[in-house]
């Protein structure tokens, strides 16, 4: 089924704001985590997003897109708002249907397994004349999920647990609407039970303490979400599904009603390059983590710098694969020794403007704004798409490149570095060998999380 997933407002369009969060960025986090469940664990199913970063769209061009692509479903991510007063979950579908129409039976079930799992009071099922409801040629659906002006609803609102959760009951009602079928267990895949996400890290230690006086084995792993570290209570990591669901159900019977299973894919399963000799997208999802970046890089120099996280981070945001650019910076700076013509003063990572002894490239100010300038130029490359607004441009080269000419790594060669005829490639040898890496690490881990069970 072709689902068209819409994160509401976006870019110049806020949309409700309070208690130090927006609604944008709330749905945008949402309608990504329901994009992976999706994605990850279900068969037959494409996902078409409105947006995939903090763009400005306006309602019919969202609308005309999913009519253009022929989506079977949409589904619009929003969050409410009412003077602070009222807090709850909502649904809509267009006020012109009967409550027996098909849309309508959908909406009741994914009303149904969204309220199991948000914690939120449940305001019913409702109808509206909204443009995305009234302007769609598929069946329509409309979450608010909690009103961010009020001190409950927004409370949970910040916890990554309850946003993962919301992502996770949506998932699990567009899956029964369409009878999607799980994917077939892939070796490698490792389904991670996380009880808790916390800033604070007495919190999670807290959490850690409560499990483990419950004879639940649990840890706490650190990752970086925007920027921020995140602390994670981790309770178990399975190779089995199974094994992991009754695990969660032991989480929740001691009271953890938030704990959710985090599948991540084998790193096998990511394209090796080798299998790719057309060179492997530019464009796509960033499959390692900035940990399993960080970890490679130093690896080959202890003294390297840990920028994994700003790859991730950037890359997402512009859409680039931002473990194969990280490999590219590798490339470029020699795992960060800075053994050519760039020096390390420069944040260049990406050797951009960089000729020759006489002309060492341009400078920034800040490893986070060369990681920016590097997704910049890529963007540049890989696309035609106009370059999204949260950043300012960096790239000085930006508008060099002629736009689009190169989607695919190894269409790089001769352009990014000349004459580079090998260029692609070396940048794909690397990752291959940053894969093959982090694969071993994990089996450690595995072999480790085994003996412990």
């Not at 009603?257 to 492997?280: H, K, L, R, W």
């Not at 403007?353 to 400078?363: E, F, I, L």
């Not at 490639?425 to 060998?433: A, V």
């Amino acid at each position: 089924m072709k689902l068209y997933l819409d994160p509401g407002h976006g870019g110049a369009d806020p949309g409700a704001t309070g208690n130090g969060l927006t609604e944008k960025d709330i749905t945008l986090d949402i309608a990504l985590k329901i994009r992976t469940i999706l994605m990850n664990n279900y068969e037959n199913i494409e996902v078409l997003m409105s947006r995939s970063g903090d763009i400005t769209k306006d309602l019919t061009e969202r609308t005309n897109e999913a009519n253009s692509w022929g989506a079977d479903f949409y589904i619009s991510i929003h969050i409410n708002a009412f003077n602070g007063t009222a807090q709850g979950y909502e649904d809509y579908i267009h006020n012109s249907l009967s409550d027996n129409s098909v849309t309508a039976k959908y909406r009741d079930l994914i009303h149904a397994e969204v309220i199991k799992l948000n914690q939120l009071i449940d305001r019913g099922k409702k109808k509206a004349d909204f443009h995305v409801l009234r302007e769609t040629a598929m069946p329509a659906f409309l979450s608010e999920n909690g009103f961010i002006d009020h001190p409950h609803d927004a409370a949970l609102m910040k916890q990554d647990s309850w946003r993962q959760n919301v992502a996770q009951a949506h998932a699990n009602g567009i899956a029964k609407v369409f009878g999607l079928n799980a994917k077939s267990e892939v070796p490698g895949t490792i389904y991670k039970v996380i009880a808790g996400s916390f800033k604070l890290r007495t919190n999670a230690d807290d959490r850690v303490t409560f499990l483990r006086s419950k004879s639940i084995e649990a840890f706490i792993v650190t990752t970086t979400i925007s920027g921020e570290t995140w602390y994670r209570v981790q309770a178990g990591a399975f190779s089995s599904r199974a094994n992991a669901e009754a695990r969660l159900q032991e989480v929740h019977n001691v009271g953890i009603t938030d704990a959710f299973i985090m599948v991540e894919p084998p790193v096998s399963s990511t394209p090796p390059p080798q299998s790719v000799p057309t060179g492997y997208s530019i464009l796509g999802p960033t499959y390692l983590s900035p940990e399993q970046m960080n970890r490679f890089a130093k690896s080959v120099n202890p003294n390297a710098p840990e920028l994994g996280g700003y790859y991730l981070t950037l890359g997402e945001y512009y859409g680039i694969r931002g473990d194969v650019a990280f490999s590219q910076a590798l490339h470029e700076t020699n795992y960060f020794r800075f053994t050519g013509i760039v020096k390390p003063e420069q944040n260049n990572f990406a050797g951009i403007g960089a000729t020759g002894p006489s002309n060492s490239g341009a400078s920034f100010t800040t490893p986070e704004e060369g990681v920016l300038a590097h997704i910049q130029h890529l963007y540049a490359y890989a696309t035609t798409q106009p370059l999204l607004d949260k950043y300012p441009l960096v790239d000085p080269r930006f508008h060099f490149v002629k736009r689009g000419s190169a989607s695919t790594w190894t269409a790089l060669n001769g352009k990014w570095a000349v004459p580079g005829t090998t260029y692609g490639q070396s940048i794909l040898s690397i990752y291959e060998k940053m894969i093959n890496s982090t694969k071993q690490t994990l089996d450690i881990i595995l072999n480790e999380v085994k003996n412990n069970q």
